[in-house]
């Protein structure tokens, strides 16, 4: 037992080194993504300054998207694994899950999973970050800028694992804070139209998490929901622009970057076990002036005096 420890240990280090002992022009990475969408796209332009200002501006990354679908995305893990990539940086819960299916060797690098312990995604060759966002402190503060909210609208995929895992923890804190909560669970694009127009009848507020479904249709949704007086409290940052009143999130661009450093010293030898599964802690309070006027909310509140506010 402990000759086979010992060599496990042993072709684990000569892989590190293989990948140290290469110039920086022949490494290969393959960048998988779940879909199109602002906050997935700064993640991977984030890793990829980190790679550059490293010293790896040289590295080949083939980036590749499946369009919100699952079989494609495992294709896409499959494809990158039959040519032999140095490494592979997967975007989103589905994306490593599609990748982690399709190899136990080859270093993985993930960010934007919202909850690598529940996805699966625990291994000796897989490292990276979480976009896990204060769940408490978003319904804090929308309690707080929203005066007298009671029920709040979840629209979700009921596909998505880090979606199940952020609906839980939303309705968890909704209970402790007293805010009411409707659900409304989807399974494609379409679905999502008639799911929302099913919740604005019944709610005072929309809440959105980082599911990648539903932000990637993130336009209607809060089009729809403006259009019926109800307002918006976004996931991620783009959303803003968008007609979303407020979000309290993550920038992506720095949980990407994060993620590149971590890939770094991978590439310099280091097993991806070695290093531990990090967050972003810094998170950014943004609001959408002209929505925020349109809902009346006072931006003079103590709780908002650090937000950004985009005019």
Known sequence: MKNIKKLLILLSVVGSVGI????????KIGAT??????????ARKGFERALKDNGYADVEIEVQNAQGDFATAQLIGQGFVDKKKDMIFAISTPSAQAVYNATKDIPILITAVTDPKSAGLIGKNITGTSDALPINQQLQLAKTVFKGLKKIGLIYNTSEQNSVVSINQVKEECKKLGIEFEESGVTTVNDIAPALDNLLSKVDLIFLTTDNL???AAALVIEKANRANKPVFAATEDQIPLGAVITQTIDYEKLGYQTGEMAVKVLKGAAPSSIPIETLKETQVLINK?????YKIDLNLPELKNATVIE
């Open 20 to 27: 140290l002992a290469k110039n920086p022009k022949d490494i």
């Open 33 to 42: 993504q779940i879909v199109e969408h602002p906050s997935l796209d700064y």
């Open 214 to 216: 539903v932000i990637s």
């Open 290 to 294: 002209k929505v925020a006027e349109k």
